[in-house]
């Protein structure tokens, strides 16, 4: 893609900001280009931010009737799947799957529910809460 057709829509989800991305300048070589968003990938953003919502309603729902763990609901309201939560926590991704349980996330170390609340960007204690809607 040439610099000048670096897409400039101004996306809603960039908030006024933009990303870099690269494009071929006039002579031939990538350079940095500011981009603000374009429709394709507003409406793909959309759809996955839809997705994660859609998921933490889901475990909100388990989570109050005792069928899952408030971790569930926390991580997919942060927007992670269980994957990017092992990494970021460095627990391994069959850790995380059970402590997703809500007998395992009970019986957690004070140390791992720091680990996980930072990772999600809570504090301790909010991680056994719930809200009253998801």
């Not at 395992?104 to 930072?118: G, K, T, V």
């Amino acid at each position: 893609m040439k610099n000048h057709e670096v897409p400039q829509q101004n996306a809603r989800a960039f908030m006024g900001h933009s990303k870099v991305l690269y494009a071929l300048d006039e002579q031939g070589r990538y350079v940095p280009t500011p981009c603000n968003g374009w429709e394709a990938e507003e409406i793909v953003l959309d759809q996955a931010i839809a997705e994660f919502e859609r998921h933490a309603a889901a475990a909100w729902r388990r989570a109050r009737q005792g069928g899952g763990s408030a971790l569930e609901y926390h991580m997919y309201r942060q927007r992670m799947d269980r994957v990017l939560l092992a990494q970021s926590t460095g627990f391994f991704k069959w850790r995380v799957r059970r402590h997703l349980r809500p007998g395992a996330f009970e019986r957690l170390s004070d140390r791992c529910r720091r680990r996980y609340a930072e990772a999600l960007g809570l504090a301790p204690e909010q991680l056994d809460a719930l809200p009253d809607q998801p």
